[in-house]
């Protein structure tokens, strides 16, 4: 019998909608409830009502970045769709030309590959960096996506959306307090956001992303079932990268169930077949674990869990840790 009936006025709001589909590991549960607002006033409405119903929300883009747990997750799951928030700009006076800059409005639901590739083919630079990067931009406004050669919040100038209790928001991009892969936006849904580009060359914009490309096809497993580096690289003098951590330790190639540790960067769990995200999960604490007993480590994750208990991922001896 149904227990909650306050989102039976919107339409676009469903229950028990499978997560698996959603997330490239291809894993996980179902969520709670399922939302895809058509427009940025039914975002705000429907979260309001969540807010004053004290039902828990979450964001999802393309699920890139993602770990679902097999049981599933409470609450309301909200997705922008492409229709409404799929859009490079609302109108052609979104693009305001700066001396040799252009400044262009982007809705959240857009591909963040598909607009790397868009910017350098219109020879503007300041996304080719992004290159390999996927997701939605808001997605990766929220984590300050980027890599080696850079990060999204170079491009920056505003962000604008909604918190979770609805409240709309309009920010510079000092107020999204960007850090290496987080910021401010991560309570909040972004709708859309204002981007400066340089005026660049095509072909030399095309060069960039193919070296990026091709240097991320021989050191990553692009093409298996994972959600991108699982642990956020250690900030701390002379230690080195986690996967080179992970990979020093042994770990290449260990495999609990249908997922393993990469043998190509071990940063990278990937899925195969019928895997699980508990066997994710299991994998995760015990590379925690063992980075923690023999170097000391407390690994962060990078990739974003659903539904998980603590202990489910952080193992006893890293719940304390720094």
Not at 113 to 136: H, N
Not at 146 to 171: A, C, H
């Amino acid at each position: 019998m149904k227990s909650y009936r306050g989102f039976d006025d919107f339409p676009f709001v469903r229950e028990s909608v499978p997560l698996s589909r959603m997330n490239t590991y291809r894993v996980g549960g179902t969520a709670e409830f399922f939302c895809e607002p058509p427009d940025a006033t039914a975002l705000g409405e429907v979260l309001r009502r969540a807010a004053n119903d004290h039902i828990s929300v979450r964001f999802l883009g393309h699920g890139t970045n993602l770990l679902v747990s097999d049981t599933g997750v409470k609450g309301l799951i909200i997705r922008l769709p492409k229709t409404g928030f799929g859009l490079l700009s609302s109108e052609p006076s979104a693009h305001h030309v700066r001396g040799d800059t252009l400044r262009l409005n982007v809705f959240a639901g857009y591909s963040l590959p598909r607009l790397v590739k868009w910017s350098v083919t219109q020879g503007l630079s300041g996304l080719e960096c992004l290159q390999g990067v996927p997701g939605t931009l808001g997605a990766a406004l929220r984590m300050n996506a980027g890599g080696k050669y850079g990060e999204i919040r170079s491009t920056v100038r505003r962000v604008r959306g909604f918190d979770f209790e609805g409240r709309p928001f309009d920010f510079c991009a000092e107020q999204c307090g960007f850090v290496y892969r987080g910021s401010a936006l991560s309570g909040r849904i972004v709708t859309d956001c204002e981007l400066e580009l340089s005026r660049g060359d095509a072909a030399s914009g095309k060069q960039v992303m193919d070296r990026i490309l091709k240097e991320k096809c021989a050191t990553q497993p692009v093409d298996a079932r994972s959600a991108g580096c699982v642990f956020k690289n250690p900030k701390l003098a002379g230690v080195p990268a986690a996967g080179k951590l992970i990979d020093d330790l042994g770990m290449k190639g260990m495999r609990i169930g249908g997922a393993s540790v990469s043998t190509l960067h071990a940063n990278f769990l990937i899925c195969e077949g019928a895997a699980q995200a508990s066997d994710i999960a299991e994998l995760i604490r015990l590379i925690r674990a063992r980075v923690f007993s023999e170097r000391g480590i407390a690994l962060q994750m990078e990739v974003e869990a659903w539904g998980f208990a603590e202990y489910e991922l952080i193992p006893a001896c890293c719940i304390n840790a720094a």
